[in-house]
């Protein structure tokens, strides 16, 4: 039942998508840009480039993902379509997991791109370790979109809208961000996966509590 | 409307606060003994710990007061939150400059990314964008509430945060300094200085809320007369 409700909300934002490819077509290029420009800041310690890896990737997905994110509630506030929103006969709840869902699934899929870009602009070759590091990604996006839907939410309702998401969604992603890096390297950079098992725990731990958090106190920062 | 000029109770903690202050001053640069190897070096202690200690209460305070804000609705718990998150801001800016201070001759450095300072860090730019959120929300019953939900967030996230930070870098040895236990002649000096921060942030928290509170009668007041007009 519920997840039928989830799904048509999902469905929703996945067409408007599919449509305008306004996210995912901002998302790419800026993890592309961020890519780039990485690549000239790390020109002094090319040799070592296998280690800065992990944070180029990160720092990549959480700018391209927080743009998904603004867009996620910016896209609703135009034509009045928040009011409809509200409108359908569900707990508020049911609203924040579809937007959630959608917002994992775009920031999955720019991932997905900006991590075979890497491999080609820094020169790495994966095969074993592919597994492994679809797993972190999962676990860290889902993380970072459990707390950052919430938070989009409370940014568009303030007059900064999309300037503010950034200055307050990063400070609470802070445990993500350490530990999806750590884990990634991890898996680059050691033989040993074994001791992956301490940053996942801690990044399912931080998607699980708040993803809780926020469906529950979803209603009070959706308003028109 | 309720007057809320400053009550007795209010000017005998301000006075109380203000005494407490100099002898906090006599206690630790006279009376507590000189460290043996940091010298005077360490008496800024004094005022780094009992500040970092009353901050994290400073913001304990500003969880129970936004919880309550949701459950409650009243405005005084609003600005309750408001006045605990800028006073616990405060005196974790006092922590985040002291503790260089200290740092620089004692480990040569400013800054290391150990495990405390990189979680004061943290948490101190957590409740900057507390307040962020608070400012750019115009509406006061909208900003109440964005406020509150944020401060929960923030208050879930600290021992996360916490907790990931000590993990992470237990793999990499810091160069922090262990040392043992407090002596007991340095107990006195540090009790007076944890017990006199308490109080000056429960005063600065209570005069803050007030002046909140005035605020916002004001404006209610402003209101009705533009209804009225």
């Known amino acids: ?224 | 409307m309720k007057d809320r000029g400053e009550g007795t109770f209010d000017a005998v903690l301000g006075a109380a606060v203000a005494a407490g202050m100099v002898l906090a001053l006599y206690m630790a640069f006279l009376v507590a003994p000189r460290e043996r190897t940091m010298g005077d070096l360490q008496r800024i202690f004094y005022f780094h710990v009992p500040a970092g200690i009353t901050g994290l209460t400073a913001f304990a305070f500003n969880f129970v007061a936004s919880v309550m804000f949701l459950v409650r609705r009243k405005h005084r718990w609003d600005a309750l939150a408001l006045a605990s998150a800028e006073v616990g801001v405060m005196l974790f800016s006092i922590v985040l400059v002291t503790g260089p201070i200290w740092a620089k001759p004692a480990w040569f450095v400013w800054w290391t990314w150990s495990p405390r300072l990189t979680s004061s860090l943290v948490l101190w730019m957590l409740y900057v964008a507390y307040l962020l959120v608070r400012n750019y929300v115009s509406d006061p019953e909208r900003r109440a509430q964005m406020s509150a939900v944020f401060a929960i967030v923030a208050f879930a996230d600290a021992p996360i945060v916490w907790f990931s930070i000590r993990w992470w870098r237990d793999q990499h040895p810091s160069p922090m300094l262990e040392t043992g236990g407090l002596s007991p002649a340095m107990w006195p000096a540090f009790a007076i200085c944890w017990a006199v921060f308490q109080l000056l942030m429960i005063y600065l928290v209570r005069r803050r809320a007030a002046l909140e509170g005035v605020r916002h009668d004001l404006d209610e007041l402003m209101r009705s007369a533009e209804r009225s007009a």
């Open chain 1, 1 to 224: 039942m519920m997840l039928g409700k989830i799904w048509a909300v999902f469905r929703k934002d996945l067409l408007i998508e599919l449509r305008t490819k306004d996210s995912l077509n901002a998302m790419l290029f800026f993890g592309v840009v961020v890519l780039v420009v990485f690549n000239f800041a790390l020109e002094a310690v090319r040799d070592s480039i296998r280690a800065a890896v992990p944070g180029v990737l990160w720092v990549a997905f959480a700018f391209a993902g927080t743009l998904g994110l603004n867009r996620i509630f910016a896209a609703e506030k135009d034509n009045n379509c928040l009011q409809g929103l509200l409108m359908i006969p569900v707990d508020r709840g049911v609203i924040y997991l579809g937007k959630m869902l959608a917002a994992t699934v775009f920031m999955l899929v720019s991932e997905g791109v900006i991590f075979v870009l890497t491999l080609v602009f820094f020169n790495l070759t994966v095969w074993r370790e592919v597994p492994y590091l679809v797993l972190v990604f999962c676990v860290g996006t889902v993380g970072f979109t459990a707390v950052g839907t919430l938070l989009a939410a409370v940014a568009a309702n303030t007059r900064m809208r999309e300037v503010l998401l950034p200055l307050i969604l990063f400070p609470v992603v802070v445990p993500i961000l350490i530990n999806a890096v750590e884990a990634t390297a991890i898996i680059l950079n050691t033989v040993d996966y074994r001791v992956l098992r301490q940053p996942l725990t801690i990044m399912t731990v931080f998607a699980i509590v708040f993803s809780t958090l926020s469906y529950l106190f979803f209603e009070y920062v959706l308003e028109e």
